[in-house]
C-alpha cells in the first residue's frame, strides 16, 4: 500500500538544494525585462497619457497600454475589470481607476533598470473623482462605481426558513453579537512572477505560479482575442497561493507582451517579477466582514432562531465575491440544526483592494460569528460549550439551514467529542498567580467547510495514464493539471496513482501543471484537489489497466470524474444543495494575555480534523499546523491599514505575520479517519478546515480569562488593552 505512508514529498531534494525553478528564476537567453505600473489611484479619470520620456530612455523595447489589448476585459466571475485601464479602449470606462492597483502599463526593456526608469517616467493627468472607502457609504448607492451594474451590491443572498415570530416565542434566552473581520495579506512566500514568450508550436505560453491552468488559459485567449488552444499556462514550482493566486496577476499582460513582441519582429522571451511591495497593493485580500446577529435558544440549550446580516466589502471588482459571500452565508448559520432562520448577506463594490479567494473561502468571516453566538448562548445558560454544540450539530439526515439534507457521511458530533477528550476539556486550567497580570484561558469552537465548488458549478477534474513496457509494466505516466502550491498535491497524486494501479511509487511519473498537456483539474481551491484528482486517477487507473489487458502498448486511460450535482441558493427563500460533501473540524485554543500589556500569547491549540483517510500523514499534520498558524495571524497580529482606498502598510515591517516567536508552544494535530462515502478511498478535502475555527476559539479562550467577549478582529494589543480598560481589568 502506497496510501497512508509519509512518503517523501517529489519536490523535497530540489526545493531544499535550490534546483528547483520558481517562476522569477527562470532565466531563458535573450531575455527582456518587464516592469508595471499601477494607477496609483483609487478612483480617477485618465485624462492623457505621455510615453515620450518613458520611450527615450535606452533599452526601452515597447511599452503596452490598453489601446494595445484586443479585448480589454476580464474576471473570473464576470469581466468586470480591464486588462490595463487607460486611453484608446473599446471596453466602456475603461479609462478610470476604480483601485490603486489598477495596472496601466507594461514596459518592457533590456534590463530590469531601464524597464523600471521608463516606467517611472511614464506622465499621467488624472481627475479624481469622490472616494467610495467603506461598505456603509456604498449602500447608499449615491455613486455607483460599475454603472453597468446599476447599484454597489454585488450580490445579495436570502435564506428563509421557518417561523420566526415561533423560534423567538420560543427562546428562553437571546444573544445578540456585532463582529467586524479584517482584511488578510496572503503573504506568500514567492511574489508574483512569469514568463512569457512564444512556444515552438506558436503558442502564447505563460510560465507563472497560479492555482488553476485552464482557468489562467480561457482568461489569457479572451483578453487576448485568441482561440483558448493558442494559448499555454505552464506552472513551474509555487511558493504557496491560499487564494490569492485564483485571479490574474500578470499572467494577461505576459501574454500581451509576448504577442506584440512577435508582432514587432522579436521573438524573445520577457520576465517580470514584482516586489513584495508591489504583491501587497497588485493582489486581493481576505474579505473583510461587517456581520450582525441574533440567536435565540431554549432554557435546555436547543437553538429555535437565527437572524443575521452579512456584508463583505469587494472592493473595486467582483473577483470571487460572489462565491466567497455564497459560503459566508452558509457558515454564518453554523453547522447546526436551525427550525427558523432568516439570513441576509451582501457584496459589496468599493475603492478598495479586491476582495477574493484565501482560505476558508468566506467560512472564517461566518464562523467567527456562529461559534461567538455558540459560546455566548452557552455562557448565557450555563451550559458547558461542548454540551450545547452536540444537543444541535449536524448529523446524518439533518436538514440544513437550505433546507436540504446534508450529504451523508457526517462526522462532527465524533470530531467535537474526541477534540475534546484530546484537549482534556472539562479538566481545570493551570491556575494564574493572582498578582500576575498574566491570565490563563481556554476556548472552544468547531465548523464544517465545502470540499469542492459549489452552488451549481459544473465541477469536473480531468487525469490520464499512460502505462509503458512489454510483458510488464515499467513506467506509468500520470498527466494532471492539478496545482501545487506548497501542499503537497503532486506527491498525493504520485501515491494515489501507485495505489490506483497497484505498482510501486519508483514506476510512477509525473507530467503536470501544463495546459499543453492535460485536461482541465479544476482549481488547487476549495479543499477540492486531493478529492477529486483522486477520483479522476483511479478512474484513469481503471481505463489504463483495462487497455494493458487489451495489449494496447502504450496503454492509455483518460477519465473526467464529475461529482454530484449542486444547487444556486433560491432567490428568495435559500433553498438548495449548495454542496456534495463537507469537511469536519473542532478546536480547543489555550491562551494567556498580558491584561497590563494586551498582548495575547497562544500556548497550545488541539485540531481534531477528520480526514476520511490520510494518503500522507506527514502532509496532513503540515496543512493542520500552517492552518493554525496562518489563522492565528489572522486572529491577532495581521492588520492591514486602508484608507480611502489606499494601502498604507505593503511591507512585512509593517504588515506583521507570525514569526517563530508568535506561533503556538504546543499543536496537536488530531487525525481522524471517518470515510466520506464519495471520497477516493474514504478521503475528505481538509486544507482549509484547520483555519476556520480558531479565531473564535481563542476569542473565546480570552473571556474565559478575562470574562469579557472580543467581537473585533486582529486582537492587537492596543485593541485588547482598550477593551479590557473598558471593562475595568487593568
Same mark, same amino acid.
Given at each position: ?47 492623457s497619457m505621455d510615453l515620450a520620456a518613458a520611450l527615450a530612455v535606452p ?300 482560505? $476558508?473561502?468566506?467560512?472564517? %468571516? @461566518? !464562523?467567527?460569528?456562529?461559534?461567538? &453566538? =455558540?459560546?455566548?448562548? /452557552?455562557?448565557? +445558560?450555563? *451550559? ?34 474526541r477534540c475534546a477528550a484530546e484537549a482534556g476539556w472539562g479538566e481545570a ?52 493539471? $492539478?496545482?501545487?502550491?506548497? %501542499? @503537497? !498535491?503532486?506527491?498525493?497524486?504520485? &501515491? =494515489?496513482?501507485?495505489? /490506483?494501479?497497484? +505498482?510501486? *511509487? ?151 505575520i507570525p514569526g517563530i516567536l508568535d506561533v503556538p508552544d504546543q499543536v ?63
Open positions: 500500500m502506497t496510501i497512508t505512508k509519509p512518503v517523501r514529498r517529489v519536490d523535497a531534494l530540489a526545493k531544499v538544494t535550490g534546483q528547483a525553478l520558481f517562476p522569477g528564476d527562470i532565466t531563458p537567453d535573450h531575455l527582456l525585462h518587464g516592469k508595471l505600473l499601477f494607477s496609483g489611484q483609487p478612483h480617477a479619470r485618465m485624462v533599452g526601452v523595447v515597447a511599452i503596452l497600454t490598453a489601446s494595445d489589448v484586443p479585448v480589454n476585459e476580464y474576471g473570473l466571475i464576470m469581466p468586470d475589470q480591464p486588462v490595463l485601464v487607460g486611453l484608446g479602449s473599446s471596453k466602456p470606462n475603461s479609462d478610470v481607476s476604480l483601485w490603486e492597483g489598477d495596472q496601466v502599463a507594461v514596459v518592457v526593456a533590456e534590463s530590469e533598470l531601464a524597464a523600471a526608469r521608463a516606467r517611472d517616467l511614464v506622465r499621467i493627468e488624472w481627475q479624481p473623482l469622490p472616494i467610495v472607502g467603506d461598505v456603509f457609504t456604498a449602500l447608499k448607492d449615491e455613486l455607483i462605481l460599475h454603472p453597468e451594474q446599476g447599484s454597489n451590491v454585488l450580490s445579495h443572498y436570502r435564506i428563509r426558513k421557518g417561523d420566526m415570530a415561533a423560534g423567538w416565542a420560543a427562546a428562553g434566552v437571546v444573544v445578540e453579537g456585532s463582529y467586524r473581520l479584517p482584511f488578510q495579506e496572503h503573504a506568500y512566500l514567492q511574489p508574483e512572477a512569469g514568463l512569457g514568450y512564444i512556444d515552438e508550436a506558436g503558442r502564447v505560453t505563460v510560465a507563472i505560479a497560479g492555482q488553476w491552468t485552464h482557468e489562467d488559459q480561457l482568461q489569457v485567449a479572451h483578453a487576448l482575442g485568441l482561440p483558448a488552444d493558442q494559448v499555454r499556462i505552464i506552472y513551474p514550482a509555487i511558493g504557496g497561493a491560499f487564494g490569492g493566486r485564483e485571479d490574474m496577476s500578470l499572467q494577461i499582460v505576459l501574454g500581451l507582451a509576448a504577442v506584440r513582441l512577435r508582432q514587432m519582429g522579436l521573438d524573445r522571451p520577457v520576465r517580470i517579477i514584482w516586489s513584495r511591495e508591489e504583491s501587497i497593493i497588485g493582489h486581493h485580500k481576505r474579505h473583510p466582514a461587517f456581520i450582525k446577529t441574533r440567536w435565540g435558544a431554549t432554557r435546555e440549550g436547543r437553538i429555535t432562531a437565527v437572524e443575521a446580516e452579512v456584508i463583505l466589502d469587494a472592493g473595486a471588482y467582483a473577483y470571487t465575491s460572489t462565491k466567497v459571500l455564497g459560503n459566508a452565508h452558509l457558515m454564518v448559520a453554523g453547522p447546526y440544526e436551525l427550525p427558523n432562520a432568516r439570513l441576509d448577506s451582501y457584496a459589496v463594490y468599493t475603492n478598495n483592494v479586491p476582495g477574493g479567494a484565501f482560505r $476558508g473561502f468566506g467560512g472564517p %468571516q @461566518g !464562523a467567527f460569528a456562529a461559534e461567538s &453566538q =455558540m459560546n455566548k448562548l /452557552a455562557e448565557a +445558560l450555563g *451550559l458547558d460549550p461542548v454540551e450545547i454544540r452536540l444537543k444541535n450539530v449536524l448529523r446524518d439526515g439533518s436538514l440544513m439551514v437550505t433546507q436540504t439534507p446534508i450529504p451523508a457521511g457526517v462526522s462532527l458530533p465524533q470530531v467535537i467529542e486550567v493551570t491556575a494564574t498567580v493572582t498578582a500576575s497580570p498574566l491570565r490563563r484561558g481556554r476556548g472552544f469552537a468547531c465548523s464544517f467547510k465545502n470540499v469542492g465548488f459549489s452552488f451549481g458549478f459544473p465541477e469536473r477534474c480531468e487525469a490520464t495514464i499512460e502505462l509503458r513496457g512489454g510483458r510488464e509494466i515499467q513506467e506509468a505516466v500520470l498527466r494532471h493539471a $492539478g496545482a501545487d502550491v506548497g %501542499q @503537497g !498535491a503532486h506527491t498525493v497524486f504520485r &501515491q =494515489m496513482a501507485a495505489e /490506483a494501479l497497484g +505498482l510501486p *511509487l519508483e514506476l510512477i511519473t509525473l507530467d503536470l501543471s501544463d495546459t499543453a498537456t492535460s485536461g482541465d483539474s479544476g482549481s488547487a481551491s476549495a479543499s477540492r484537489m486531493t478529492w477529486m484528482a483522486g477520483n479522476a486517477i483511479r478512474g484513469a487507473a481503471e481505463r489504463a489497466l483495462a487497455a494493458w489487458e487489451n495489449e494496447d502498448r502504450p496503454a492509455v486511460g483518460h477519465f473526467r470524474y464529475v461529482p454530484p450535482p449542486t444547487e444556486p441558493y433560491h432567490p428568495e427563500t435559500g433553498a438548495s444543495m449548495p454542496n456534495f460533501t463537507y469537511g469536519y473540524v473542532a478546536e480547543v485554543a489555550e491562551v494567556v494575555v498580558d491584561v497590563e500589556t494586551g498582548h495575547v500569547h497562544l500556548e497550545r491549540v488541539v485540531c481534531a480534523n477528520d480526514v476520511g483517510k490520510a494518503i500522507n500523514p506527514q502532509l496532513v499534520e503540515g496543512q493542520i499546523e500552517g492552518g493554525v498558524v496562518q489563522a492565528f495571524g489572522y486572529a491577532v497580529m495581521e492588520n492591514l491599514q486602508v484608507v480611502d482606498g489606499r494601502i498604507r502598510n505593503p511591507y512585512l515591517s509593517t504588515y506583521l496537536n494535530s488530531v487525525i481522524m479517519e471517518i470515510p466520506d462515502p464519495l471520497g477516493p478511498w474514504g478521503v475528505r478535502g481538509m486544507a482549509e478546515m484547520p483555519f476556520l475555527p480558531l479565531a473564535p476559539a481563542v476569542t473565546a479562550a480570552l473571556h474565559d480569562a478575562t470574562g469579557v467577549w472580543f467581537d473585533e478582529l486582529p486582537l492587537t494589543p492596543d485593541r485588547v488593552v482598550a477593551r479590557l480598560r473598558q471593562h475595568g481589568i487593568n
